[in-house]
């Protein structure tokens, strides 16, 4: 069974955030930041387990359009060209049920990688050295 599509989505461009109403008259916000942590695309996900890519700098993000998909899903598109991620109903659905946890985890990632929340300076250039295998 598939989750239910929300009767109405508001996308709110100053505050950055995602209003899900269901039918049940339940309201849901989600944060763009959320959402792009959280894009279901293999950018962000990888193409296995394992492969998942941690996101950082994206505190402010924001969506700047949202498109349907049929009638199954949502393509949002952020402000920093992420715009293949493809959120269907049930994962919507999955994301608000577990918000909490979902971003909990997703912090303690960041902290453990060093990493945050905040973008680095737009004249930045980062390199990642990887460490030489020893032989």
Same mark, same amino acid.
């Given at each position: ?20 109403? !269901?039918?049940?008259?339940?309201? !849901? ?15 962000? %996900? ?12 994206? %505190? =402010? ?10 009638? !199954? ?6 402000? =920093?060209?992420? =715009? ?8 919507? %659905? ?11 985890? !997703?912090? $303690?990632?960041?902290? $453990? ?8 300076? $737009? ?13």
């Amino acid at each position: 069974m598939t989750a239910a599509a929300p009767t109405e989505l508001k996308l709110h461009k100053k505050s950055g955030t995602l209003e899900l109403v !269901y039918d049940d008259g339940k309201h !849901y916000s989600l944060s763009a930041e959320f959402l792009r942590v959280h894009s279901p695309s293999a950018e962000v %996900r990888g193409h296995g387990k394992g492969q998942e890519v941690l996101q950082t700098g994206k %505190r =402010d993000v924001k969506i700047v359009a949202i498109a349907t998909v049929g009638n !199954y899903a949502i393509k949002p598109s952020f402000d =920093d060209g992420h =715009d293949t991620g493809i959120f269907s109903w049930e994962y919507l %659905r999955d994301l608000v049920s577990n918000q909490s946890s979902l971003w909990h985890e !997703y912090l $303690a990632k960041l902290q $453990a990688a060093g990493a945050t929340r905040e973008a680095l300076p $737009a004249d930045t250039q980062v390199i990642q050295i990887q460490p030489a295998s020893p032989d």
